[in-house]
């Protein structure tokens, strides 16, 4: 008689599979302009495999430093009105004049082929894409320590006029009320220790088991090849 401890052949998973058969997950990152979601963001993108950047249509003008396609798809308001009245968008929103979208195609297309996407985008786009894809969606508000922490980052980036930080500071307040809709919460003081937060929030998601296409399967095999090896 057979020993039901070793099954001789039967259903199989290794670690590497259970982790990346699944659907990809959506994942948004945002922030308090200058709490460290961009650099945060870059790090992920350098370091994580399997993770790939949603590049969203824009209006706006492009900066000498960007590139088409890279940073943004570049397009006319005509386009772009074009785009959202043929369903092409996920979300869209208005910022400071400009329209910015998330294009359908390439992110349905990556979270059907088990790959993550990565979302820069604003408050009022996450809150549309909780409409339509929770599920698939992980989100992560990155709180600066403290204000006057916020101000020295906003200022040692070099980047905005004390007008502009001032805006973005008001921005802020706004945007901060909105932390409770968020799935998770990083305070980022040190660069590393936030970083790692995320990386961990990113870990643990990708194996929850809605999103797994092989544990279904594997753990039906698992229980016929038990059941005949107890029959046995
Ligand atoms: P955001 O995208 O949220 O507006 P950035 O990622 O551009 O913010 O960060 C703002 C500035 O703060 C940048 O100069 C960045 O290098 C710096 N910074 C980010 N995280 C930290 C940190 N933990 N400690 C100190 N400086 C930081
Ligand atoms: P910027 O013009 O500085 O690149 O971006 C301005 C703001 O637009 C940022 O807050 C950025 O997160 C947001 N944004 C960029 N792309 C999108 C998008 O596709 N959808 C939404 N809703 N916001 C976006």
Request: aromatic residues 6%.
């Amino acid at each position: 008689m057979p020993d039901p401890s070793t099954p001789s052949v039967g259903s199989t998973v290794t670690a590497d599979r259970a982790e990346e058969e699944r659907r990809g997950l959506m994942l948004v990152l945002s922030s308090p302009s200058g709490a460290g979601k961009s650099t945060i963001a870059r790090m992920l993108l350098e370091k994580e495999k399997g993770l790939e950047l949603s590049i969203s249509v824009t209006t706006r003008p492009r900066r000498s430093s960007e590139i088409d396609g890279v940073h943004y798809h570049f397009v006319s308001k005509e386009r772009f009105i074009e785009m959202r009245d043929g369903g092409e968008l996920l979300e869209w929103a208005e910022v400071h004049g400009n329209y910015y979208a998330t294009p359908r195609g390439p992110v349905e297309a990556a979270i059907e082929g088990g790959r993550d996407i990565l979302f820069d985008i604003d408050i009022q786009g996450t809150f549309q894409l909780y409409e339509t894809m929770r599920s698939d969606v992980v989100s992560i508000f990155v709180l600066p320590p403290s204000l006057a922490e916020m101000k020295n980052r906003l200022r040692g980036r070099g980047e905005d006029a004390d007008d502009v930080i001032l805006r973005r500071m008001e921005t802020a307040v706004g945007e901060m009320k909105h932390w409770v809709k968020y799935d998770y919460v990083v305070v980022n003081e040190k660069l590393e220790r936030a970083y790692d937060s995320v990386r961990s929030i990113l870990k643990a998601e990708r194996h929850k088991q809605a999103r797994s296409s092989v544990i279904a399967p594997f753990i039906d095999g698992f229980v016929s090849d038990l059941e005949e090896a107890l029959k046995a």
